[in-house]
């Protein structure tokens, strides 16, 4: 059982845990940012330490934490003690003072587990290098559950970089804890992903998934000697081989292997995406600090009006 003192892997998650996220998430979608200001976090500090970039992750929790009425402390390695040679370790214990919750994302994988061991606030796992990305797992069944209307019984295809994608890995482990889904895998040769059946491009046509999730090719993580070796690109071609009622999803962000072009086809919908991991953090924060209750207060209003 999910102990909400942390969320640094989706194995700490049971299948009600991810339906109470996603719950909390869908009461605080109509109140997630563009001028919305809640009090559920009023007074509290989250406090960012990224020692490797982002862009989606880190500002969809500033912007989460500032919604719910909260502030932001944020570490970059430039300009920090870590250029000095404080040790990472010791920087987190640092923010931990001045903070009530953190969010770390590190390049070096299982990090995550030895920093919330160190300290005594809820910490959240924002990515530890090729192993899991949870919130990123969380919002993205969020999304394919308004697009879709389900999480059992689906067809998801997962293409590209499945070796070192940790969003994949999080996202996996969580739809086999639903029933009767169906997971396979199309990558460059050597960037598979052992326990889901891979399959070509053209198989597409035959197994009409309901969603395509594309990663990019985790050239950080590859050999220096091999990162030459491996490409890949969705264009219209593969685009014609999916039903009209597919949902094109990427974890973002996108290099040169997803066409900008293609956009406009309804069945992109990485923006989308993007845009749920604002509630869908809002719900993670909300719950790690003990404000749930608050949360589910906000849909009793509702229907009392």
């Not at 953190?102 to 995550?112: C, G, H, M, N, S």
Request: proline share 4%.
């Amino acid at each position: 059982m999910w102990n909400k003192k942390n969320l640094l892997s989706v194995d700490q998650l049971s299948r009600a845990d991810i339906e109470f996220i996603l719950n909390c998430a869908k009461i605080l979608e109509p109140l997630s940012g563009r001028g919305n200001k809640l009090n559920i976090c009023k007074g509290e500090i989250l406090a960012e330490i990224f020692f490797e970039p982002s862009t989606r992750t880190e500002k969809s929790f500033q912007a989460a934490m500032y919604t719910l009425g909260g502030d932001v402390i944020t570490h970059k390695n430039i300009g920090s003690s870590i250029e000095k040679g404080e040790t990472k370790a010791d920087t987190v214990k640092i923010m931990e003072q001045y903070s009530d919750i953190i969010a770390v994302r590190d390049p070096e994988e299982l990090t995550v587990k030895k920093y919330a061991d160190l300290v005594n606030i809820p910490l959240i796992n924002a990515g530890d290098g090729s192993n899991e990305h949870p919130s990123q797992a969380l919002l993205d069944l969020y999304t394919i559950n308004k697009e879709i209307g389900k999480l059992d019984d689906i067809t998801i295809v997962f293409m590209a970089d499945l070796k070192y994608g940790r969003a994949v890995h999080s996202l996996i482990k969580a739809l086999r804890k639903f029933s009767s889904n169906k997971i396979y895998g199309i990558s460059p040769k050597g960037l598979e992903l052992t326990g889901i059946e891979t399959i070509s491009i053209e198989e597409l046509k035959k197994i009409r998934p309901d969603i395509l999730y594309v990663t990019r090719i985790q050239r950080e993580r590859i050999p220096p000697e091999e990162r030459d070796k491996f490409s890949f690109r969705v264009d219209s071609r593969v685009l014609n081989m999916l039903p009209n009622n597919t949902k094109v999803m990427h974890v973002m962000p996108r290099i040169d292997e997803m066409d900008p072009a293609l956009d406009n086809d309804k069945r992109i919908i990485l923006f989308k995406q993007a845009r749920h991991g604002l509630h869908t953090r809002m719900a993670i924060i909300s719950i790690l600090m003990g404000h749930e209750d608050d949360v589910l207060a906000i849909k009793d209003i509702h229907k009392k009006n």
